[in-house]
């Protein structure tokens, strides 16, 4: 059974960091390009970053120079480090098996002062 279960979210100020991580299994997570998506009220689900089998990444223009997607293939984890987050950051932050496009148990982020 596939899994993955992301933490890391919480409130934070205007201007401050989370590092979200999410813990896969029941898949090769290696060789499995990876990504992070969120979903904002009345907006729908956006992807923000995604990260390849080769350790290419790509992220979405609104967060590009504020979070880092990278992958620990040894612990099956995928990581985002956010940095000078906006409040329209805010919402439930998932990640994502590409080819299957399966998420798992989203964490909330709220960016508010």
């Known amino acids: 059974e596939v899994q993955l279960q992301a933490s890391g979210g919480g409130l934070v100020q205007p201007g401050g960091s989370l590092r979200l991580s999410c813990a896969a299994s029941?898949?090769?997570?290696?060789?499995?390009?990876m990504s992070w998506v969120r979903q904002v009220p009345g907006k729908g689900v956006e992807r923000i970053a995604v990260?390849?089998?080769?350790?290419?990444?790509g992220y979405l223009d609104s967060v590009k120079g504020r979070f880092i997607i990278s992958r620990d293939n040894a612990k099956n984890t995928l990581f985002l480090q956010m940095n000078s987050l906006k409040p329209e950051d805010t919402g439930v932050y998932y990640c994502e098996r590409v080819s299957e496009g399966t998420r798992g148990q989203g964490t909330q982020v709220t960016v508010s002062s």
């Open positions: 990260i390849n089998v080769d350790g290419r990444t």
């Open positions: 029941g898949f090769a997570f290696s060789t499995a390009a």
